[in-house]
């Protein structure tokens, strides 16, 4: 029996509903080649941080300013601001060459720290050829005289500041820390972007002992980490419009992983660690743990299956939200009653 592994995902046609995340794999050409021809619907690019376009325009100055007061006859030998090949720059590039070698869409990512920057950095990428943008808002709600209403509003006024900018499809990826995710997922919707991505991982520090340095840990995930994209999406695919795209990333390893998260309403599965541990060749494993058990369950394309197990669609739906919790804390205690016994 063959199958249809085709999706639609921002208003994209893609081969496969298996996507790369952002990542330094795909911010790479080799490895973005691999993964395409490992069969990938998509390659998202890593991100363009605009702190770091920030940081790196600070250091030029100092350098600048440094030459001035030694030797001015130096000054001519530092780069202009304009000659200046920055970050900005290379990731322009990057996308392009990755554009031009790769056989599926290309989407660029941005992380921005200004409403200029969101702006800017957006058309940029647009003009470089990007077939859609990812936005990645990845902040810390650590201020404690900013209240979720006003962050909520920030990340809206930017959010639309980059749909009346790009004409390609765009995509937010959030991180589940909002204080009522399914409101604010339904106003980041009349934006008009084209889908969600659920959901950006928060890398959590560490503490070293012996230096007491905060030091950054960066742990790849595992499948159980699917879980919390896999509630969202289930909870919120009925209640979003028919044609947001939703994009389930976290957690997503074996081909299982992937028919979960359509079969709860996914239009695509994004995976990142899993081709970090195994390399841009478990593309091709993911796909075909998602046809076996399509085969072995007499599914014949994944329109037919998505949104099959979402919040309106499975027998309880209860069993998404957190009224399931007794019920959860009781069969533990029975599992574990009866592995005592
Ligand atoms: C080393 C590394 C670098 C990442 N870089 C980015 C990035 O630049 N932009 C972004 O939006 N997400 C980034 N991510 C997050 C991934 O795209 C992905 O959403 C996350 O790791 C969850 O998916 P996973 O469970 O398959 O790893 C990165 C993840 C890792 C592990």
Redesign the pocket.
Known sequence: MSVDLQTRYLGLDLRSPIVA????LT?SEDSARLIDEAGAGAI????L?EEEILNEEIQLNRSLEAGTDQFAEALAYFPTFESFIGVGDRYLDLLRRIKAQSSVPVIA?L?ATTLGGWVRYAKLMQEAGADAL?V?L?RLAADPVRTAAELEATDLELIGAVRATISIPLAV?LSPYYTAFAGFASRVASTGVDGL?L???F?QPDLDLETLDVVPR?D??VSA??RLPLRWIGILRPQLPAGLSLAA?????AGTDVVKALMVGADVA???????RDGPGHVRALETGLVAWMEEHEYTSVSQMRGSANQTAVADPSAFERVNYLNTLHSWTAREGAAAS
């Open positions: 995340s952002a990542s330094p911010g998202v690019l890593p991100s941080f990512s992380n990812e990645n990845y990826k991505v959901f950006n991982r890398y960066v790849l995930s980490d699917l990333t976290s957690g997503i390893h994004m995976t990142t660690s899993s081709l970090l």
